[in-house]
């Protein structure tokens, strides 16, 4: 069985090691493959800045770097050159950044777009989601997540990207279900048009292990309720790190293939490059405890 992390954040952005150092850490742990995606860089049309995205003028040495270890690598680990690329609403979208020399863009909504005011992400602090929620949408829960469920909605729709990023992150501040159930009616009938939205796309979806690693939430990105919507669409799936360090490149990845199991996957998929613009993927087996 062949692993892989494809979502993983170098010191090019919010990301504690340096490329080099990530390519060595997943050769040792045996990975067959390491994707990075930097945080792309914002638009001016978002309005704000933000310093965990990586600047435009590093992006050509981002790309050159990842290249010449490409050719470092040859033979022993396959090092892809990605982008997480976010849709901010009106503002910036992943398809922005298709033609550049990229074998993958994962698209993910982090920023909400409220009634009045600013973007804001909802995996900031608990300080900045409490901010956000009663300054943009006076306190309604409601009205904020499914503000996000529309922008995740609107992203598949628009395209121009590979993979869906932590595609419940609006859950990562929302521990011991602080703000809502997951279980309630309105959440659940979300997450169902998700899934069928996903369903018989080109797109595949990422099962995340970053909250884990960093302590921030108790389970995978997606949840079991949402993995289990997937399966019953056929959606494919990816396993990833989100690793911002090299100790988490590939953590929590058994609690991950184990939930696949039980959940009756049998197959993930695994990336291969790309192919006449187009990403090709192959099915991979999981054989964890097998």
């Known amino acids: 069985m062949r692993f ?35 945080h792309a ?14 600047p435009q003028e590093r992006l050509g040495l981002y790309l050159d770097t990842i290249g010449r270890l490409k050719s470092q690598w040859a033979g022993k680990l396959q090092v892809f050159a990605g982008l997480e690329a976010d849709y901010i609403k ?26 009045h005011g600013k973007p804001f992400a909802v995996d900031g602090s608990p300080e900045e989601f409490e901010q956000g929620l009663y300054e943009g949408f006076a306190g309604r829960c409601e009205a904020l997540v499914n503000a996000y469920w529309d922008s995740v909605e609107e992203m598949i729709h628009a395209g121009g990207f590979d993979i869906v990023g932590h595609i419940d992150l609006i859950k990562k501040n929302n521990r011991y279900h602080r703000y ?27 099962v995340n292990t970053g909250g884990l690693n960093r302590g921030t939430t108790d389970e995978l990105y997606p949840s079991i309720p949402l ?23 590939n953590g929590f990845y058994e609690e991950a293939y184990r939930t696949l199991l039980s959940l009756g996957w049998t197959k993930t998929v695994f990336f291969e490059g790309r192919v006449d613009g187009k990403a090709l993927w192959e099915k991979e087996s999981i054989s964890w405890g097998n």
């Open 4 to 38: 892989s992390s494809l979502h993983t954040h170098s010191n090019f952005c919010d990301g504690k090691d340096s490329i080099e150092q990530l390519c060595d850490a997943a050769y040792s742990k045996g990975l067959s493959a390491i994707g990075f995606s930097s």
């Open 41 to 54: 860089p914002l638009s001016r049309k978002a309005g704000f800045h933000s310093d965990w995205h990586m």
């Open 90 to 115: 009106g503002a910036m979208a992943p398809a922005d950044f298709r033609g550049r020399e990229l074998d993958y863009i994962i698209g993910s909504v982090h920023y909400v777009v409220p009634p």
């Open 180 to 206: 809502f159930s997951p279980e309630e009616e309105w959440y659940y009938a979300r997450m169902e048009r998700a899934a069928a939205l996903l369903a018989g796309s080109s797109f595949v979806v990422e």
């Open 227 to 249: 993995l289990k919507l997937f399966y019953k669409n056929d959606v494919p799936v990816l396993v990833t790190s989100d690793a911002h360090c090299t100790e988490h490149v």
